[in-house]
């Protein structure tokens, strides 16, 4: 087991930011990736952003380009997903995932944090 730990969701108003964390115990070949996914009321679980821990490769879903940045930060194991310009459409839950390929499907990501809810209002 891989832990993950997420913090920072809240409430905010459209156009507000807000930065998630997620730090990740044990860290293995298994968790070269790092990522986030999003999951909306009665909507499925979607990719939202991923990063490897040296921080040359991200992917980000289009509707979120510009506005999210995804990082990591060694010395503390934590990644991180800035949001910015949020919307109301941005509100769902916000998981941090690990796994070992960049893909953005589920199933390559065998370790998942609680989840963190984020709210924005219009």
């Known amino acids: 087991q891989v832990p993950l730990v997420e913090s920072g969701g809240g409430l905010v108003q459209a156009g507000g930011s807000l930065r998630l964390s997620c730090v990740a115990s044990?860290?293995?070949?298994?968790?070269?990736?790092m990522a986030w996914f999003r999951q909306a009321p009665g909507k499925e679980r979607e990719f939202v952003a991923n990063?490897?821990?040296?921080?040359?490769?991200?992917d980000y879903t289009d509707s979120v380009k510009g506005r999210f940045t995804i990082s990591v930060e060694n010395a503390k194991n934590t990644l991180y997903l800035q949001m910015n310009s949020l919307k109301p459409e941005d509100t769902a839950v916000y998981y941090c995932?690990?796994?070992?390929?960049?893909?953005?499907?589920?199933?390559?990501?065998?370790?998942w944090g609680q989840g963190t809810q984020v709210t924005v209002s219009s």
């Open positions: 044990g860290r293995t070949f298994s968790t070269v990736i």
């Open positions: 995932a690990a796994g070992k390929d960049v893909l953005r499907t589920m199933a390559h990501y065998p370790y």
């Open positions: 990063i490897n821990w040296s921080g040359s490769y991200t």
